[in-house]
C-alpha cells in the first residue's frame, strides 16, 4: 500500500487536516489508512469518499487529497507521496491465486501464468 496524491500535492496549512480521499466502507485500503494516521496521531478529514476507484483517482488527480492504494499501474499525474509527505507507513497487500479445484484447462492455465507473470513484474516478493 501507498499514499497516492496528485504529484504535486500539498497541504495547503501545516497544522491542517491531512484530506483524504476514500472507497466507501468496508475497504481495506481506508481502514489501513486510518489505522496508519490514527496510530501515528495525525489529522485528517474525510475530503471525498466514492464507491468506485475511477471516482478516488478523479478527486485526486483534481489535487482534492491523498488516497491509500496500490501504487501499481497508476493513472498519468498521480504518484506516492507517502515520504515525502512524512506520512506512516501502510501495510504491504498479498496477491494470491486461488483455484477452486485442480483441474486446469487451457483458459485457466493462461490466466494463472499471465496473473502470475504481472505479480512477477509489479510486485516485490514477500521476505
Same mark, same amino acid.
Not at 500500500?1 to 497516492?4: C, F, K, Q, S, T
Given at each position: 500500500?501507498?499514499?497516492?496524491a496528485h504529484h504535486d500535492f500539498e497541504v495547503e496549512d501545516a497544522g491542517a487536516d491531512l484530506p483524504l480521499?476514500? @472507497?466507501?466502507?468496508?475497504?481495506? %485500503?481506508?481502514? =489501513?489508512?486510518?489505522? =496508519?494516521?490514527?496510530?501515528a496521531g495525525m489529522p485528517w478529514r474525510l475530503a471525498a469518499s466514492s464507491p468506485s476507484l475511477g471516482g478516488?483517482?478523479?478527486?485526486?488527480?483534481?489535487?482534492?487529497?491523498?488516497?491509500?492504494?496500490?501504487?501499481?499501474?497508476?493513472?498519468?499525474?498521480?504518484?506516492?507521496?507517502?515520504?515525502?509527505?512524512?506520512?506512516?507507513?501502510?501495510?504491504?497487500?498479498?496477491?494470491?491465486?486461488?483455484?477452486?479445484?485442480?483441474?486446469?484447462? =487451457?483458459?485457466?492455465?493462461?490466466?494463472?501464468?499471465?496473473?502470475?507473470? @504481472?505479480?512477477?513484474? %509489479?510486485?516485490?516478493?514477500?521476505?
Open positions: 500500500m501507498a499514499w497516492i480521499l476514500l @472507497l466507501e466502507k468496508p475497504c481495506m %485500503f481506508r481502514t =489501513a489508512a486510518l489505522q =496508519a494516521l490514527d496510530a478516488i483517482w478523479a478527486t485526486a488527480l483534481a489535487g482534492m487529497g491523498v488516497t491509500a492504494r496500490s501504487a501499481l499501474v497508476l493513472p498519468p499525474g498521480l504518484s506516492d507521496v507517502g515520504t515525502r509527505m512524512g506520512l506512516p507507513a501502510l501495510p504491504r497487500v498479498g496477491v494470491r491465486i486461488v483455484e477452486s479445484d485442480g483441474r486446469a484447462g =487451457a483458459p485457466r492455465a493462461t490466466l494463472r501464468r499471465v496473473l502470475r507473470e @504481472l505479480v512477477e513484474d %509489479f510486485v516485490a516478493p514477500l521476505a
